[in-house]
């Protein structure tokens, strides 16, 4: 059943909120949430991504400094127990809810009606408030549609459609991102349309979006933005892992592309991974194969290294890239080798 938008005449004073919130942020946090904002700096996903100063970015890449939040959270939650009779009744475990991926953690300051939550292709009606210039996204009412749109492709986006998800009709939260300092941003969620579960689309349906975020990913590769790109190839992986074995032949692809992006934004160890799942496939692939050779070199494993590009090389002789990086895993390995020399000499001086 669709639900209706809320009668544009019947809309809270935004701006007067939006005053309120910037005027005191720190205090409206306060006021309903006992736990800490101060975090530690967080060592570098999954979808793992590079470091970057952005806080959203950080997160996606460190999904173990939410571990560290819900610890000192958790320790906080079990000091208020002590004094259940002080707190206000909304404040209760189940008011915190944490992302799945350690992205956030969400508040909840006024409970949502029902138990439906927005879902693939949900038009949701939201009040966004306190999130940074350059976010990309909108300060104030907006509409997104869950699953479609460009707002979607940058990190903040990406964390505002997981935390989207998990609301129901009418829900206000504060979301609180590790490693990041500051008040913590505010969503509202006023209205969604009905949507569908991805279990819920037909095969075809799968293909056809999975196809959409294929085309996206390699537009945003092309244009220099191998993060955004990681992102609709993920998406695109994910609805075609839903599929019966063996899956659509553009799986191998998608992980092969996924692997560039990765190598690309330093994630090495990432970048094997999804040129195995390309070999296994595909024994053959040679950009899966250059590229699993590359990954292995940046982690210091130079026989793999070497065996890999060697297969390039057997295949297609004048592969200048090939050629290129196998060049320098030798020199590499000539390194280890004369520096494990040295060492073994200190040892029997």
Not at 7 to 28: A, C, M
Not at 210 to 235: D, M, Q, V
Not at 303 to 308: I, S
Not at 316 to 330: F, I, T
Request: hydrophobic share 35%; proline share 7%.
């Amino acid at each position: 059943m669709e639900t209706p938008s809320v009668n544009p005449t019947g809309e809270k004073d935004t701006s007067q909120l939006k005053q309120q919130w910037e005027r005191n942020p720190q205090e409206n946090f306060d006021s309903t949430t006992e736990f800490r904002q101060q975090t530690q700096n967080l060592p570098t996903e999954t979808l793992e991504l590079k470091m970057s100063s952005d806080p959203a970015s950080q997160i996606i890449e460190n999904p173990q400094g939410t571990e560290k939040l819900v610890t000192r959270l958790e320790g906080d939650s079990d000091k208020s127990h002590e004094s259940t009779s002080e707190m206000p009744q909304f404040l209760q475990a189940s008011d915190v809810w944490y992302c799945p991926d350690g992205s956030f953690i969400k508040k909840i300051i006024i409970r949502g009606q029902g138990l439906d939550k927005p879902k693939l292709g949900s038009r949701c009606r939201v009040l966004i408030l306190g999130f940074p210039l350059g976010s990309g996204l909108p300060e104030g009412w907006t509409e997104l549609t869950v699953g479609v749109g460009p707002w979607r492709e940058k990190t903040w986006g990406e964390l505002i459609e997981k935390c989207l998800e998990s609301m129901c009709q009418g829900e206000e939260a504060e979301l609180q991102l590790p490693g990041h300092s500051g008040p913590p941003f505010r969503l509202t969620l006023d209205s969604f349309t009905q949507g569908r579960d991805s279990w819920e689309l037909e095969i075809s349906e799968k293909e056809a979006l999975a196809k959409e975020e294929h085309a996206r990913g390699s537009e945003l590769f092309r244009a220099g933005n191998p993060e955004g790109a990681a992102r609709c190839y993920g998406r695109a992986l994910r609805l075609l892992l839903t599929l019966p074995p063996p899956g659509p032949p553009e799986r191998t692809a998608l992980h092969a592309n996924l692997a560039a992006c990765q190598l690309l934004l330093g994630q090495p160890q990432l970048a094997a991974q999804s040129c195995d799942r390309v070999l296994e496939r595909d024994p053959g692939h040679l950009k899966a194969l250059y590229r699993r050779g590359v990954a292995q070199a940046a982690l210091g494993n130079l026989e793999k290294a070497t065996a890999d590009l060697k297969k390039v090389l057997a295949v297609d002789p004048k592969n200048r890239a090939a050629q290129e990086e196998l060049g320098k895993v030798v020199i590499q390995g000539k390194k280890q080798d004369a520096g494990l020399a040295q060492g073994l000499r200190k040892m029997f001086v």
